[in-house]
């Protein structure tokens, strides 16, 4: 990446981000407009009308203070320059957003990586390549990836598995593969210098190693790594374990790959309201597996439901704790059940608001949990 394209990642790491700054950073500000105008119809609508009352007025409150003002137009209020009334501009863009959730982009990611068996093992190949990929709907970006998806593909075994995992690199600099978490020979560990030669541009390696511990675990690059991994060369390892009464029960499980590096705030590769919702029937219980690959703390917030929060780095808790809010920091991986016993559209962000919702409506590390 030369300096060009690093100066706005920086903005927007670092400056207070707003949806617009942040679209007009990727230069998509125009194609933005378009999406609010196509307005594609989505399986949430939000009535205007279920707003409460309240909190129409507490808001207006807000822009006529001291002028006894209930955002119906007196003179006080702001307008824009096309004299809309700037609460009503807002509102527009905050619900047009809304509406387009979720929004079909190009690319899927984190799917499973199929395998052969050669023997009693497991072999599984890997390319790194670039690849073009739709964050949001048409803002698109070169990204380095792994068989083409971002996060790369989910590779998901059990304990005890004996597997091989050739690593193909199509890139013009050199790369290797940590297994993040996962209990291997030292000379697997995919540490360019210290434990093996960089996989040289054009060339192929081979790790292999018997999978020890079971758990939510992931791979990435360990070569240059503050830019590889940030375009986007990883993804989830998944370890079931030998004995699944280990676990809690639940009925289905969900994978969260947070993100804050070259595509912006993201969910499993995706800005809202490219995200993909959560879905669940009433009675349900989901488990969420959520993995940090970012560079920034990412407290994640369940509307409606507590977590229980049962393991952290694929080690089960000697005592699962409930909470609300639970912060997942860079390279943590933390498990956790939700019992959907309340139906709903229920909103599910990062709490640093900064990453998921500015006066231009929801972006970046936002989806929802849908319970029906
Ligand atoms: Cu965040």
């Known amino acids: ?82 004299g809309a009334k700037a609460w009503e501009e807002m509102d527009k863009m905050h619900e047009a957003g809304i509406k387009l959730f979720p929004a079909k982009t190009e690319g899927l990611s984190m799917q499973p990586l199929e395998y052969r068996m050669e023997g009693d093992v497991k072999v599984f190949e890997l390319t790194c390549q670039k690849t073009m990929w739709e964050v949001e709907p048409g803002r698109k970006l070169e990204a380095w990836t792994y068989n083409g ?127 993909v919702p959560l879905t669940a029937k009433l009675g349900q219980k989901i488990r969420i597996r959520y993995m940090n690959e970012g560079l920034m703390i990412h407290p994640m917030h369940l509307h409606g439901m507590p977590q229980l929060v049962f393991a952290k780095d694929g080690w089960n808790l000697p005592q699962p704790f409930m909470c609300d809010t639970l912060n997942v920091a860079p390279g943590e991986r933390w498990d956790v059940i939700v019992d959907c016993t309340d139906p709903g559209v229920w909103a599910f962000h990062c709490h640093i608001l900064s990453h998921a919702e500015s006066e231009h409506g929801m972006f970046g590390m936002v989806t929802a949990l849908i319970v029906e």
């Open 149 to 275: 998806q971002l996060p790369g593909p989910e590779i998901r075994v059990t304990e005890g598995d004996k597997v091989r995992i050739l690593v193909t690199n199509q890139l013009d600099e050199s790369t290797a593969v940590h297994w993040h978490g996962l209990f291997v020979p030292n000379n697997q560990d995919g540490v360019p210098f210290i434990t093996q030669p960089p996989i040289t541009p054009g060339s192929t390696y081979t790790y292999e190693f018997t999978v020890r511990n079971s758990g939510s675990h992931m791979y990435h690059s360990h070569h240059n790594s503050t830019k590889q991994v940030s375009m986007g060369l990883l993804g989830p390892f998944i370890v079931e374990p030998k004995d699944k009464s280990k676990d809690p029960a639940y009925d289905k499980e969900f994978t969260l790959v947070l993100n804050d590096t070259a595509q912006g705030f993201t969910i499993n590769g995706k800005g809202f309201p490219a995200t």
């Open 1 to 82: 990446m030369d300096r060009n394209e690093q100066q706005p990642i920086e903005q927007v790491l670092n400056a207070p981000t707003s949806r617009r700054s942040f679209l007009r950073w990727t230069g998509m500000a125009a194609a933005a407009g378009t999406m609010v105008a196509c307005g594609r119809e989505s399986a949430l609508t939000i009535e205007p009308a279920t707003v409460p009352p309240a909190t129409a007025t507490t808001a207006a409150a807000g822009t006529d203070h001291g002028n006894g003002g209930h955002g119906t137009g007196n003179a006080g209020t702001p307008t824009t320059d096309s």
